[in-house]
């Protein structure tokens, strides 16, 4: 299972799972690898690896996992293991929990933040 | 396994549960699993699992679906595709090697044995191309028992009723019927 | 393979059961049974009407009835078959005409 992946610009160069613009899933995702939602997700998603919301993306899920990079819309709460990246031009509305959370300038947040340094355990 | 370009991945690992749909092609390495709802291609690599409920124009399987696949316009079960359920489309491909258990249903079409299907848009006109020697110039008529002659129009008259089923295809090649000899036949013609 | 036992010609109709340890070739009509050791080979203008049971069959006609093979069974791109077929390899080549059901052995992984 690969660990190192690409994550400074362009995820989609190593990554395995692409969700295209097109594609609506209602339910739970869940996997070991990295993720690349350019569509629509309801429900929940819980990963090993890192999640990228590109900014096409809509996510109305709680999410669980290790890394998040959101450039589009998450309506939920988020818990990360390692770090929350909230880019420019994303709207997130939701909790998020994570020992380490970037907001660029030009985000959108609403909601609160926790920083508990512990490690996360599965719920 | 080819993947096709600019689509949808679900990488070896992932699980989604649920429903998806999508107006782009989609490649499954990974498990899918509740219904999936696609107006382009569906392509199941050897490594994905699809149990689900299958709506979309073209599937490729090459991996294990479970479930009922409903395509309009092919499904191709590749050597190493596996699928247990039923199969709703006009073109299916079996290669030497896959594994398929369910039905399978290609719409309608002219069926051996006189039964009479519904007029369906996914007919299509194949049985032109099927039967071209049957085209043959009519032969003359010769001598021929006595015995074959009742045969004739029984056989006839069944295959005529299929083909009244459907006007729209084209005009139904003659039939020969029953003579001993190898070279002459007689055409029946409908009337 | 075995040797061809039996040609049934364009004009030839057959009705009956049909049995035997030979290949053979319908370019005419059966109707009844088969039941044959090795091939049954039904040629584009062959029209089979029976249940089969063989060890290969090989469509390019028109067959209606229940297939049972021991080896493979070849539906081709000419074909048109009405039927339930029993066997462990099927092929459905582009353009064939099928419908009924097809068992073969199909190993699903175990988490299914």
Redesign the interface.
């Known amino acids: 299972m690969a660990a190192n992946i690409e994550k400074a610009t362009a995820p989609r160069g190593g990554a395995h799972t692409v969700i295209g613009g097109s594609i609506v899933i209602d339910g739970e995702i869940s996997g070991d690898e990295d993720l690349v939602i350019q569509g629509t997700v309801k429900g929940k998603i819980s990963l090993k690896e890192s999640l990228f919301v590109e900014s096409s993306g809509v996510i109305e899920a709680d999410i669980e996992t290790a890394n998040v990079e959101v450039s589009g819309q998450v309506t939920g709460n988020i818990a990360a293991s390692d770090k929350v990246e909230l880019k420019t031009d994303c709207k997130v509305v939701g909790d998020i929990r994570a020992p380490r959370i970037l907001i660029a300038d030009g985000a959108i947040f609403k909601g609160n933040v926790d920083m508990d340094v512990k490690e996360l355990k599965g719920k | 396994m080819a993947t096709l370009d600019?689509?949808?991945?679900?990488?070896?690992?992932?699980?989604?549960?649920?429903?998806?749909?999508?107006?782009?092609d989609?490649t499954v390495?990974?498990r899918v699993e509740?219904t999936l709802t696609l107006t382009r291609t569906l392509v199941v690599e050897p490594t994905g699992?699809v149990?689900a409920e299958v709506q979309v124009k073209n599937c490729i399987i090459a991996g294990?679906v479970?479930g009922n696949v409903t395509a309009s316009e092919s499904v191709e079960i590749t050597r190493e595709g596996?699928?247990?359920g039923d199969i709703n489309s006009p073109?299916?491909?079996?290669?030497?090697?896959?594994?398929?258990?369910?039905?399978?249903?290609?719409g309608d079409?002219?069926?051996?044995?006189g039964?009479r299907p519904a007029r369906s848009a996914l007919a299509r006109p194949?049985?032109a191309?099927?039967?071209?020697?049957?085209r043959a110039p009519p032969a003359p008529l010769l001598s021929r028992p006595a015995m074959a002659r009742k045969?004739e129009p029984k056989?006839a008259e069944k295959l005529e009723k299929t083909e009244k089923a459907f006007p729209a295809k084209p005009p139904a090649p003659p039939v020969?019927?029953?003579?001993?000899?190898?070279k002459?036949?007689v055409i029946v013609r409908r009337k | 393979m075995a040797e061809t036992s039996g040609i049934i010609g364009r004009g030839t109709v057959v009705k009956g059961n049909l049995s035997g340890s030979g290949d053979v070739v319908v370019e005419g009509r059966v109707e009844g049974t088969v039941s044959l050791k090795n091939q049954l080979t039904i040629e584009q203008d062959g029209k089979v009407f029976a249940d089969v049971e063989l060890e290969n069959l090989a469509v390019h006609g028109e067959m209606s009835g229940d297939i049972q093979a021991a080896d493979k069974v070849t539906i081709s791109s000419t074909a048109k078959v009405v039927g339930d077929i029993k066997a462990p390899r099927v092929v459905i080549e582009d353009g064939a005409r099928f419908k009924g059901s097809i068992e073969m052995d199909v190993k699903l992984p175990e988490d299914i």
């Open positions: 600019g689509s949808t991945i679900i990488g070896e690992s992932i699980l989604i549960n649920g429903s998806l749909n999508g107006d782009e989609l390495r990974g509740g699992i149990k294990v479970v596996r699928m247990v073109r299916v491909i079996i290669v030497d090697g896959a594994s398929f258990r369910g039905r399978i249903d290609m079409f002219d069926l051996p044995h039964e194949v049985s191309p099927s039967r071209p020697a049957m045969e056989v020969p019927v029953g003579v001993g000899t190898v002459r036949k």
